[in-house]
């Protein structure tokens, strides 16, 4: 064999390709703790963010049950004054415009729902209480604080005992303590997310004093930065995958755990806080998140870094 | 490939120094052309490995132009640099081979990064381990590797992408005589296909075997230029590159 056929024609390409990035580096493992860090924050973030969800559904499945409620009581002291002015109010209130039911609570529902405070061994005594007569009105629209108002004034001169209030208005602190909750899920969720991203930094900026004289030969080799990026990148794939896989697992073994204790309540505000298909779908979408945002971030430093050195 | 006579490197006053240290390159002005066979002499500290370090890109000038391959390599961009890079063989005094490789993955290693498939490796670089005499140490990390033959395959490394310019550090200091003259047959054979060499050493036998050769002297920190051949080369005309190998035969 002589020299040119040694040499033969091969020539690398002087503007470059993309290399087998494979072999450039050894597998630039960030750390081995750095898929269970991964795994935690991923689990977290599940969590926080089923709760969230969980949250916007009992606030949602509450709001559209009582959006366009009303509640008319009557207070007197007096069964026989506070079932006139009931009766009174009631047929008004039937054929005001807007008003698409009108029912009277019966009194085995008020007995019902003093129950829990008042046993059931009440007896005659409770015709004794002055419970108020209660009305329970769908509006086919919002109670806004103008309807109320309009339909306190139709009702003034035949039961001027009566107290119209909008049912949400009940459970306004409800619905602020749960958007505050929902806040609070989003600003863990955020958290968990930064902590991915300093996780992921401090393990390539490791990898990269690891294998600097490495990345030294294969750029005096004409190696690009994005070529060894590729390389760290896709160790951040992998770790970030397989903590993913193991986050998402235990996340969503703690939420199923955690809905069956709460479904065993019975309360009807938690029944509306159940998760739906789109709300799966999401929290299946957090691992893939995490993944791209352990890619981003370990491309982003190792390019950082890499512009420091010639 | 470049023009015959169209400088492919070129020097003019530059000086080095590493941070606040007196300079240890001063007012080196020098032109090197393609195909040509260039020695680097100098006593130990004289600023071969600095000046070699400027030639591959390794290191910024302190001041002082460089031009290379028609191109000002002092505010090249760092996304040209690659490229740039990618022309040049370089033979690392340290050998500089990825531990984690086996020889015939260092010696695949400039193919793969300049996006060689693997299809079209495979039988350049396992004809270029068989030259250096490495066939059967081919799967062998660096690490088992004796000096030479570690020595061997970082010059198999820098060869094997038919560079533009090969620059090579004391490239024959770790090898027996034998091994010496075959690696210089190496470097004449790649010089002979247009690629210019430059090699530093000590050994002036080594500087003997290739007459043609143009001598580069650095004496603490300055090129000596004595004949004038480095800035006023005796021409060379386009036949006297890629002529055939008078009868150099490889094994």
């Given at each position: 064999m002589n020299a040119s056929a040694l040499f033969g024609s091969l020539k690398g390409s002087p503007d470059g390709g993309s290399g087998g990035d494979g072999t450039l580096l050894p597998d630039p493992r960030m750390g081995s703790p750095m898929p269970w860090v991964i795994a935690i924050v991923i689990a977290l973030t599940v969590i926080a963010a089923a709760s969230g969800l969980a949250l916007r559904n009992a606030a949602t499945r509450a709001d559209a049950d009582l959006v366009g409620g009303v509640t008319v009581q009557i207070v007197s002291a007096a069964p026989a004054d506070r079932n006139h002015q009931a009766d009174a109010a009631l047929a008004v209130l039937a054929h005001a415009p807007g008003v698409i039911e009108a029912r009277r609570v019966a009194q085995s529902e008020l007995e019902a729902l003093l129950e829990p405070w008042l046993g059931t061994r009440l007896g005659d005594t409770v015709d004794d209480l002055p419970i108020p007569a209660l009305i329970d009105l769908r509006l086919d629209g919002p109670a806004t604080p103008a309807r109320v108002a309009g339909l306190r004034a139709q009702i003034a001169s035949v039961a001027p005992a009566a107290r119209v209030d909008a049912q949400s208005g009940w459970l306004a602190p409800v619905f602020r303590a749960i958007s505050t909750l929902q806040w609070l899920a989003g600003g863990l969720i955020a958290l968990l997310a930064m902590a991915t991203i300093a996780a992921v930094v401090l393990s390539a900026r490791n990898a990269l004093v690891t294998h600097r004289q490495t990345i030294e030969i294969v750029h005096m080799l004409g190696?690009?930065?994005?070529?060894?990026?590729?390389?760290?990148?896709?160790?951040?794939?992998?770790?970030?995958?397989?903590?993913?896989?193991?986050?998402?697992?235990?996340?969503?073994?703690?939420?199923?755990?955690?809905?069956?204790?709460?479904?065993?309540?019975?309360?009807?505000?938690v029944a509306g806080a159940a998760l739906g298909l789109t709300d799966w779908l999401a929290i299946v979408m957090i691992p893939l998140a995490g993944v791209a945002l352990a890619v981003l971030t370990a491309r982003l430093t190792v390019l950082s870094a890499l512009r420091r050195m010639l | 490939m470049s023009e015959p006579d169209a400088e492919i490197v070129q020097f003019d006053n530059v000086g080095l120094r590493y941070g606040t240290e007196k300079e240890v390159l001063t007012d080196i002005s020098f032109?090197?052309?393609?195909?040509?066979?260039?020695?680097?002499?100098?006593?130990?500290?004289?600023?071969?490995?600095?000046?070699?370090?400027?030639?591959?890109?390794?290191?910024?000038?302190?001041?002082?132009?460089?031009?290379?391959?028609?191109?000002?390599?002092?505010?090249?961009?760092?996304?040209?640099?690659?490229?740039?890079?990618?022309?040049?063989?370089?033979?690392?005094?340290?050998?500089?081979?990825?531990?984690?490789?086996?020889?015939?993955?260092?010696?695949?290693?400039?193919?793969?990064?300049?996006?060689?498939s693997e299809r079209e490796i495979l039988k350049p670089v396992t004809e270029m381990i068989d030259w250096v005499g490495l066939s059967d140490r081919s799967h062998a990390r660096p690490a088992t590797l004796s000096g030479g033959e570690q020595q061997r395959v970082a010059i198999a490394r820098a060869v094997i992408a038919r560079p533009d310019m090969l620059v090579a550090d004391e490239p024959t200091g770790n090898v027996d005589p034998d091994m010496a003259m075959k690696l210089l047959q190496l470097f004449e054979s790649l010089n002979r296909l247009g690629t210019t060499v430059v090699v530093a050493t000590h050994d002036v036998h080594l500087i003997r075997k290739v007459p043609e050769s143009l001598i580069m002297r650095l004496d603490?920190?300055?090129?000596?230029?004595?004949?004038?051949?480095?800035?006023?080369?005796?021409?060379?005309?386009?036949?006297?590159?890629?002529?055939?190998?008078?009868?150099?035969?490889?094994?």
């Open positions: 190696g690009t930065d994005a070529q060894i990026a590729r390389v760290f990148q896709r160790t951040a794939a992998m770790d970030s995958a397989l903590g993913g896989l193991l986050g998402l697992i235990t996340g969503t073994i703690a939420i199923v755990v955690l809905g069956r204790q709460f479904s065993a309540l019975g309360s009807g505000m | 032109t090197l052309y393609p195909g040509r066979f260039y020695f680097l002499t100098g006593a130990s500290g004289a600023g071969k490995t600095s000046l070699l370090k400027l030639l591959y890109l390794a290191q910024r000038p302190s001041r002082g132009l460089i031009r290379m391959f028609g191109t000002d390599a002092i505010t090249l961009s760092r996304e040209r640099l690659p490229g740039f890079r990618r022309r040049l063989g370089v033979v690392f005094q340290d050998f500089r081979l990825v531990q984690h490789l086996s020889a015939f993955d260092n010696v695949a290693l400039p193919l793969r990064v300049a996006g060689v603490k920190g300055r090129l000596s230029d004595p004949t004038g051949a480095l800035r006023y080369p005796p021409r060379r005309t386009s036949s006297d590159i890629d002529r055939p190998p008078l009868g150099f035969v490889l094994p």
